[in-house]
């Protein structure tokens, strides 16, 4: 896999830099209940589209490797940021 084939899936789901497995799920789902002949709107070059997108977007989440550095964890917890910013501060945390 590529950057680009990542930026390329990204951009079939319209879905920014930073995005939940969740969110890639929910965002397939829409997709291609959207394109499926069942629902009158059968296009099947965007169904490939749309699965070859899921299949490297969920191929890059699989081989990731996360990192569980406190850094990481107050990027991806904005309240234990704040806690920890301003957590000792008179005014602000007490």
């Given at each position: 896999?590529?950057?680009?084939?990542?930026?390329?899936?990204?951009?079939?789901?319209?879905?920014?830099?930073?995005?939940?497995?969740?969110?890639?799920?929910?965002?397939?789902?829409?997709?291609?209940?959207?394109?499926?002949?069942?629902?009158?709107?059968?296009?099947?070059?965007?169904?490939?589209?749309?699965?070859?997108?899921?299949?490297?977007?969920?191929?890059?989440?699989?081989?990731?490797?996360?990192?569980?550095?406190?850094?990481?964890?107050?990027?991806?917890?904005?309240?234990?940021?704040?806690?920890?910013?301003?957590?000792k501060d008179p005014?602000?945390?007490?």
């Amino acid at each position: 896999m590529k950057y680009q084939d990542l930026q390329r899936a990204l951009d079939v789901f319209c879905l920014s830099e930073r995005a939940t497995l969740k969110e890639i799920k929910a965002r397939h789902r829409a997709l291609v209940k959207r394109c499926h002949p069942d629902a009158g709107a059968a296009d099947a070059e965007r169904i490939r589209e749309v699965n070859e997108a899921y299949r490297v977007l969920t191929a890059y989440c699989g081989n990731y490797q996360f990192s569980f550095s406190r850094e990481e964890f107050l990027r991806q917890d904005p309240d234990e940021w704040f806690r920890h910013q301003f957590g000792k501060d008179p005014i602000w945390g007490g």
